[in-house]
């Protein structure tokens, strides 16, 4: 299923009150910023997906300013988060007091969102957010402190997570919840090796060479936490050292190799009870898949760790019903077939072109006291445009006050009848009927299901003509 969508663009927005929206779009994000003069501020774009973890997958794209983190304490509603930066074009810098880190395009930065801290960006920019809960990410790292923000370098683990990020970015409009939730574990595995290799380590904690025997320590673990007779012994062998060692590098991190094993253990399985992908198997299954052979003792390690039992923790996991926009295409609600978009632009509302007479158009109420009537241009795009059904999931494009006067831009499907006198020359009707070998730039098809079964006939046959904006 698609995760659900939300999504602003100031560009149709008065201009007056675009700093406003913008800022509160941010919020949503624990960020705000500073903006250049309205008259300078012209486009800004966010879209946000949330996941079934908590996390929060968000991409912007907006011209120079500078975003800012006040630092947001944890409460009980909100645990403490950490962001996960990839800036997919856009050069500029992130500064915390004293300490200042330069970023260009394919970078990617970590923030904790505890702290205060500045991101410079000096031009027009893209970047994907990543929002996880901070001790997911961090409490993977032990107790060593570590000095973020930072940039990540060039690292092997580094170098792996670009082409994640890159991926999700360009397919962001389609990404379903089993894809973000996987995403999600990769991501954080990747970042956290290499925040490790990366960042420097406080030097009473550990040194450099313990950091690297522990990374090695904890990869073994990762490879193995399905053993459910892994020893520290086993650990220790595999890896060339002393289990003496191993027990002093995990006293350095307040905690033991039993503990640290068994966290492991609770957390992937706590990431496959809210996995979609794994919604059809039984809390047993995935429980002895990670190592845990007695369901009475796995139950009660993950009520004292999460505060809940397994089972209630799965029930308290939304599950929305299949989104429409799969609706007569199969394959693609299974995961197995994938719309080509020419670039990521989430679906927008439609209507549908009435079968009754033309009657006059009553003027606008008033405006309320003090306030003119805003004027509104909505204009037809890819952006803009959607093709084949009607929902509530759509979200819309603009939102206007009341008494708002709105010209609304429209564009019929018919159009490529007549490509000289309707489209061609028109840089909006161009962008919602591009059509290449490498994909098109909106999903099209009649109106009503492909699936002639559902409704007794299929999409186009006799279900209506669609207007492509509104």
């Known amino acids: 299923m698609v995760a659900t969508t939300y999504r602003i663009s100031v560009d149709a927005i008065p201009r007056q009150n675009r700093r406003e929206v913008w800022r509160e779009a941010l919020a949503g994000l624990l960020l705000d910023c500073e903006l250049p003069d309205a008259c300078q501020f012209q486009f800004g774009e966010l879209t946000a997906k949330h996941s079934t973890s908590g996390g929060q997958l968000a991409l912007l794209r907006?011209?120079?300013?500078?975003?800012?983190?006040?630092?947001?304490?944890a409460s009980p509603g909100m645990p403490?988060?950490?962001?996960?930066?990839?800036?997919?074009?856009?050069?500029?810098?992130?500064?915390s007091g004293q300490?200042?880190?330069?970023?260009?395009?394919?970078?990617?930065?970590?923030?904790?969102?505890?702290?205060?801290?500045?991101?410079?960006?000096?031009?027009?920019?893209?970047?994907?957010?990543?929002?996880?809960?901070?001790?997911?990410?961090?409490?993977r790292l032990g107790h060593n402190r570590l000095r973020l923000p930072?940039?990540?370098?060039?690292?092997?683990?580094?170098?792996?997570?670009?082409?994640?990020?890159?991926?999700?970015?360009?397919?962001?409009?389609?990404?379903?919840?089993?894809?973000?939730?996987?995403?999600?574990?990769?991501?954080?595995?990747?970042?956290?090796?290499?925040?490790?290799?990366?960042?420097?380590?406080d030097a009473e904690a550990m040194t450099q060479v313990q950091a690297g025997h522990l990374r090695r320590v904890d990869a073994a673990i990762e490879a193995q936490l399905g053993n459910a007779s892994l020893t520290i012994a086993d650990i220790a062998r595999q890896e060339g050292l002393s289990q003496r060692y191993l027990q002093r590098l995990f006293e350095r991190q307040n905690t033991t190799f039993s503990a640290y094993v068994r966290e492991r253990r609770l957390e992937r399985c706590c990431n496959d009870l809210i996995d979609p992908n794994y919604a059809d198997q039984r809390i047993a299954e995935i429980s002895y898949r990670w190592g845990f052979t007695d369901?009475?003792?796995?139950?009660r390690m993950f009520s004292a760790t999460y505060g809940t039992s397994p089972r209630d923790f799965r029930k308290a996991v939304p599950r929305e019903a299949e989104a429409e926009r799969t609706r007569g295409r199969p394959r693609l609600a299974r995961g197995t077939?994938?719309?080509?978009?020419?670039?990521?632009?989430?679906?927008?509302?439609?209507?549908?072109?009435?079968?009754?007479?033309?009657?006059?158009?009553?003027?606008?109420?008033?405006?309320?006291?003090?306030?003119?009537?805003?004027?509104?241009?909505?204009?037809?795009?890819?952006?803009?445009?959607h093709w084949g059904y009607l929902s509530r999931s759509i979200p819309p494009v603009m939102r206007v006050q009341s008494g708002a006067l709105v010209t609304i831009e429209t564009l019929t499907q018919h159009a490529f009848d007549d490509?000289?006198?309707?489209?061609?020359?028109?840089?909006?009707?161009?962008?919602?009927?591009?059509?290449?070998?490498?994909?098109k730039s909106v999903e099209r098809r009649g109106a009503g299901p492909m699936d002639g079964s559902i409704f007794g006939r299929g999409a186009g046959e006799g279900l209506g003509v669609h207007i492509c904006t509104g």
């Open 419 to 439: 490509y000289e006198r309707m489209i061609e020359g028109d840089p909006g009707a161009e962008s919602v009927f591009r059509w290449t070998a490498e994909g």
């Open 80 to 95: 403490a988060r950490v962001a996960i930066i990839f800036h997919a074009y856009g050069r500029g810098s992130i500064a």
């Open 295 to 299: 369901q009475a003792h796995f139950s």
């Open 150 to 201: 930072a940039v990540l370098g060039a690292t092997i683990a580094a170098a792996a997570v670009r082409p994640v990020m890159r991926t999700l970015g360009g397919n962001f409009a389609i990404l379903d919840k089993a894809d973000l939730a996987t995403a999600e574990v990769a991501i954080t595995e990747l970042v956290a090796g290499a925040l490790l290799g990366e960042i420097r380590l």
């Open 337 to 385: 077939a994938t719309v080509l978009r020419l670039a990521p632009g989430p679906v927008a509302h439609e209507t549908i072109a009435q079968q009754e007479p033309v009657l006059p158009v009553e003027p606008p109420a008033a405006a309320p006291e003090g306030r003119g009537a805003s004027h509104h241009h909505l204009k037809v795009s890819r952006e803009t445009a």
């Open 62 to 73: 907006s011209t120079e300013q500078q975003i800012v983190c006040n630092g947001h304490a």
């Open 99 to 139: 300490r200042s880190c330069e970023f260009a395009d394919n970078d990617i930065s970590v923030c904790d969102l505890q702290s205060p801290w500045r991101m410079t960006l000096r031009e027009d920019f893209e970047i994907l957010l990543l929002e996880l809960p901070r001790e997911r990410l961090l409490g």
